[in-house]
DNA sequence: GCGCGTTAGTAACACGAGTTACTTAAGGGG
DNA sequence: CCCCTTAAGTAACTCGTGTTACTAACGCGC
């Protein structure tokens, strides 16, 4: 006894017109004559039956989905430790049901895999993509771009010309480092925040070096280790860097969740932080200011993030012209404890 | 010049077949009879062709989508706070994607805007549904379940009769503070994960009390304290903890994140963990190992919860019938430096 | 040689919308 | 009185697939 579907049918029978002024009415088609009494009619008729176009039937007369893609072109470790990609979907989201889209999740861990999301895309069951931590690597990609297809990269990737959304990593790097340096370090670490085949994790170890090179200082190899998004990796790292036989005075660790664990083993060889070794994380997560030292961080507008790459898209969906083809979001240094600062 | 979409005639026309015979080949309708010659020839073509069936017009014609959506009804604050919600999505849609399944995210913080979510259902775009953190004053869930549409819920609603899966979050409680009183604590305090409006925090408040009652402690309000997600509400609490004339010897956080924000007050005010303060937590959030001291608290199977979840909703879709109509996980308590075990 | 079952396949309809081209009636000008 | 325009609305087609009911050909037994 399950309530029969209510079909536009139904509505114009109601209203006694006919399918396609229901249609016409419910669509606000313009340039077409409906006369205000029959309008009201057929709308009332609609909000009677409770009436609710069937998604699937409009969007293949229609061809358009209004349904988003997200993928998630990485690995669980790293989908778990961004509290930054919860936010970031928060803007998505926010926007894509302010323009009436829906938002689709696909995350994906097999690398080379990439034949997944590209079915997404060839049944017809989106109308764009916003792709997160591209890799290059992936061969789908430029291929999708190249015929035309709706598509933002979070994050960049050099050589294509591909829409993106950004934060300007290098520059936030620079900034880090060359606080550290204004404070007297001269001997400076760094601990990525992922390997170097993320374009992001390159970009932060430019910015590092680009702060040494203009500040006369030395790029020293061997103060230089790779994490690789987990607290563990930062532990690792860390105990890495007190090992030698000269450790620096300070380090930047390029994610907040990375510099976690290399705070834990400053802890465990009772080094003092900031006074023995000073940090610089990057991100700001929630609990950075919580930590004991506070952390002092990079942060990320990861919700704005959001908003500008779902913005972008679907500007392009609707074929309007976008203003500049790569967005690079502005970030903000947070000087707390972990810098040995003096507070402001 | 945009390459024409291929159909499943143009396959037909290559093969010298009808359109049906493609259909009935590339579906493998059993109880068909196609010779293995003509079936090979429809391969082949829509192999050569790279025909991909239109989902629109499938699941107009199947009445199916293939599609699940998550719910997400919470508001930012807790989609941040949870690395835990990153990876039950992560289980749900491996089996989603194992199972032929795509996931539709939807987030909301509109409480009572869940006519929101309904338009999924009620325009076809869904097959099924996975509430997170569900309310009681929602009334759309009740009915949505009358109808007999495909519904789980991750966390429980009480009176309600609809399946569900959740973390025994009574029994993980009661184990938590049992351990702190078999440590010798008699003044315990408490301070929640959310307010008890979410019935995962009243249920963790229960198992509270039982710990207690058990041991013949009686039960003092003035120890107990409201958090609300995110680390700065564990701030707050803890600091109105210490202000008591008579603080406690132990605290019970029911989050992880919330504890952070406690270690900061205590810290603040310089009060040894474990030592004047033992601390247990929830969640083992993957930081909580690294903390300073490191974290003891309870571990869910955030990605079994996924797991079980798609499972069960898909089941359900499938017209299987499902043993349990009701899957209660166990957890698993970590303990660690903050709640002053000796070493294990 | 006739009827019957089986094999291999197809024509035609359904799904629920959007859209193009056409019809009909009323009004207006000469 | 006739022609022309405009307003109001509709019949019929499209989108791409799944599915039911039917047909044509073939082999077989009697």
Redesign the interface.
Known sequence: M??K?VTSHDVARLAGVSRTTVSFVLNDVPHVQISEETRQRVLEAAENL?Y??????R??ATRQ?H?LA?VLYQT?DR?????F???V??GL?EIA?QRGF???????EGIGKSE?YV??V????IDGLIVSGPRSDDEQLPELCA??FPLVLLGQLNGADINCVDVDNTAAAYRAVAHLIKLGHTRIGLITNAPLEYTASTDRWRGYCQALTEASLSYDESVVRYGSF???S??QAMGELLALAEPPSATFVASD?VA??A??AL?EQSLAVPEQMAIVGFDDI??A????P?LTTVRLPAYELGVRAADMLIQTIEGENIAEKKILLNTQLIIRESCGSKPQ
């Open positions: 399950a309530k579907r409770g609710r176009p069937h998604a699937a039937a969007s293949l989905t349904t997200l669980a989908i778990m430790g961004d509290a990609l919860a936010n979907v928060r989201s049901q829906r938002l689709l999740l696909h995350p994906f997944a079915s997404l060839s049944e017809n069951r015929e035309g987990v607290a563990r930062g532990y969740e976690v664990g705070l834990a802890h929630p609990l200011r919580y930590l004991v506070s």
